[in-house]
């Protein structure tokens, strides 16, 4: 499956939960918090900004926001939000398409650099955050770490989150560094629902190669928005780059 067809309009419609999942105050606001205080003043751009969860709560901050997005289901949801003159959207791809104006950060939240399927688009994604920033400008990804440690031997999937009415899985393909994230949503009927997503997983020691060849230095790496310690037991990262300065 090709983005678009992932991101259509039925998913646009679902993807919005107010006050819980990712959009749980404890998960939204340290976010929001975090990336007000990285853009020190200046203009953010948020690549794949979907239907606004991030960049709506930073807009109302104070922070000029402008964002990069795929999908157009996606931004006639976030246009229910902020309009046009408010948040701004440029339409195409976090890899290549270029949005006007001067920016202090850019970011790319809850794991969106996996949509990205090869490491040549990935490594591109990185080029296309540099080139919108001037010396000391700073790009923030979060993403989760491949939890190939699961994984016995002969067995390729792993299950990541249940609960009533919904359960999460993972499959993976090794060789590629792809994994499927299929997701079952059901009640007390006798059908599930099953939505898929492809995604290429990335090592932190490679994203830091990535950014390297982009003109990035690692400045920070956290397990979280709140700051906590990276460690090897940690499922995700907040990992912050800078351009260096002049």
């Not at 928005?225 to 037991?233: H, K, V, Y």
Request: glycine residues 8%; contains cysteine.
């Amino acid at each position: 499956m090709n983005q678009e067809e992932i991101w259509d309009v039925d998913a646009a419609q679902r993807y919005d939960t107010p006050g819980t999942g990712m959009f749980a105050p404890e998960i939204l606001q340290p976010a929001v918090d975090r990336l007000a205080e990285l853009a020190g003043g200046g203009a953010a751009l948020e690549f794949a900004i979907g239907t606004g969860r991030v960049a709506v709560p930073l807009a109302e901050r104070g922070v000029p926001v402008t964002g990069i997005e795929l999908s157009l289901p996606m931004i006639r949801q976030l246009r229910t939000r902020a309009d046009e003159a408010t948040i701004p959207v440029i339409v195409g791809d976090m890899a290549t398409s270029v949005a006007p104006g001067e920016y202090t950060l850019v970011y790319l939240v809850y794991n969106t650099i996996s949509n990205l399927l090869t490491q040549a688009e990935q490594v591109e994604c990185f080029r296309n955050a540099a080139r919108h920033l001037g010396p000391g400008g700073r790009f923030v990804i979060e993403l989760w770490v491949p939890e190939l440690r699961k994984l016995p031997p002969g067995q390729t999937g792993t299950i990541w989150q249940t609960e009533p009415g919904y359960i999460g899985l993972d499959t993976y393909d090794v060789l590629r560094q792809h994994v499927v994230s299929h997701h079952f949503r059901f009640d007390d009927s006798k059908q599930a629902r099953l939505t898929r997503s492809p995604h290429r997983y990335i090592w932190p020691a490679e994203l830091d190669l990535m950014a390297q060849l982009a003109g990035f230095e690692l400045e920070t790496r956290h397990a979280d928005w709140t700051g906590a310690e990276f460690t090897a037991e940690s499922r995700s990262h907040v990992s912050v780059y800078r351009i260096p300065p002049n």
